[in-house]
Nanobody
């Protein structure tokens, strides 16, 4: 079993910053990928960012240069530093973890991020 617990969501004004955290526990393969997806009301869930165990990161074009993903392998924790937030960033943010052969992805319960004045 794998558990993912997100934290750090909340209400922030446009232009503000927020940091999300996600701690993984359970039967985790060390050489894993951790990431973030989000789902806005009435929209499909979309990819936000991903980071490999070696620290290689990937971003959606919509968040590149505003969001930074990082991880602490010793703590099995991934972070998402979000800056210059826009109302369009409002969504439930989900943490993920998977590993080769990538047949299964584990999801957290989600944390709400609301960008509004």
């Amino acid at each position: 079993q794998v558990q993912l617990v997100e934290s750090g969501g909340g209400l922030v004004q446009p232009g503000g910053s927020l940091r999300l955290s996600c701690a993984a526990s359970g039967n985790i393969f060390p050489n894993n990928r951790m990431g973030w997806y989000r789902q806005a009301p009435g929209k499909e869930r979309e990819f936000v960012a991903r980071i490999t165990a070696g620290g290689i990161s990937y971003y959606a074009n919509s968040v590149k240069d505003r969001f930074t993903i990082s991880r602490d392998n010793a703590k099995n924790t991934v972070y998402l530093q979000m800056s210059s937030l826009k109302p369009d960033d409002t969504a439930v943010y989900y943490c993920t973890i998977d590993w080769a052969p990538y047949e299964k992805i584990y999801w957290g319960q989600g944390t709400q991020v609301t960008v509004s004045s």
